[in-house]
């Protein structure tokens, strides 16, 4: 059996990580939709953004399914109490620049899709950034073990 936290968190602990495990799900379905797209719903696509997403090599799409799912495994290990979610979200934001940094470096994404090409990637981060710091504020608190 498992043992019990030493420190119960607060409702807002279950908002926080509930909210993380949702989006977690909707990066895995993200993921999903975008790597399993066919060829209509590639010619659906503005030029640029059709671009991108057929010169995506093998190491952005594995860094992007790395990316997703240790983000939902760190959600929910976080619903469970354990420790392993800080582990599993900064391998999550490792993913996530691997996978971005091919976007912007080698395949150079803010020359041919513009600045604003940035700003969901930069959320992305952020969120990302977000839940180790979360995960570790909760592990500094006892509420994971």
């Known amino acids: 059996m498992s ?3 030493a420190i119960r968190p607060p ?4 908002l926080v990580s509930g909210l993380f495990l949702l989006w977690s799900l909707a990066g895995c379905l ?6 399993t797209i066919d060829a209509d719903g590639l010619a659906a696509l503005p030029p640029a953004q059709r671009d991108a997403w057929e ?5 952005p799409k594995a860094a ?12 929910i290990e976080l619903l469970l109490h354990k420790r392993l979610a800080r582990a599993l979200f900064i391998l999550s934001l490792a993913a996530v620049l691997v996978q971005f940094g091919w976007f912007f ?4 994404g803010l020359g041919k899709l513009g600045a604003s090409a940035a700003a969901f990637p930069a959320f992305i981060i952020a ?3 977000a839940e180790i ?6 592990i500094s608190r006892g509420w994971l073990r």
Do not use: D, K, N, R
């Open 64 to 75: 992007y399914i790395v990316a997703v799912a240790a983000g939902l495994a760190g959600a």
């Open 11 to 14: 409702a807002w602990y279950w």
């Open 30 to 35: 993200a993921c999903y939709v975008q790597l």
């Open 133 to 138: 710091w979360f995960a570790g504020l909760a």
């Open 55 to 59: 010169a995506m090599t093998l190491l």
């Open 3 to 5: 043992e019990p936290i």
């Open 127 to 129: 969120v990302s950034i």
């Open 105 to 108: 470096g080698p395949y150079g």
